[in-house]
């Protein structure tokens, strides 16, 4: 069984900037081994959205809404993928879920104020 848990979200100004990170423990040696990562988002009255992935060998892939101002990366050493989100919109405010395979993380809220 895995577990991820997202944090680094928060209230941020438009133009601002924030860094998600989500760390997976549990029955997994590295993250590395286990696919592709990404990060989805959940808006109020909206379905969850794709945000970006990133394969186990470090291909990225983004919505056409973020690219240019988001990036996923990992660091399969601490079994950790990251969000870096910069000039953040009111548009992305949502609620920010990890996913790897059939696992979710509880989510991580982010707040743009405009």
């Known amino acids: 069984q895995v577990q991820l848990v997202e944090s680094g979200g928060g209230l941020v100004q438009a133009g601002g900037s924030l860094r998600l990170s989500c760390v997976a423990s549990g029955t997994i040696f590295r993250i590395n081994t286990m696919g592709t990562m990404g990060w989805y988002r959940q808006a109020p009255g909206k379905q969850r959205e794709l945000v970006a992935t990133?394969?186990?060998?470090?291909?990225?892939n983004y919505v056409d809404s973020v690219k240019g101002r988001f990036t996923i990366s990992r660091d399969n050493a601490k079994n950790t993928v990251y969000l870096q989100m910069n000039n953040l919109k009111s548009e992305d405010t949502a609620v920010y879920y990890c996913n790897l395979g059939i696992n979710w993380g509880q989510g991580t809220l982010v707040t743009v104020s405009s």
């Open positions: 990133i394969s186990s060998g470090g291909s990225t």
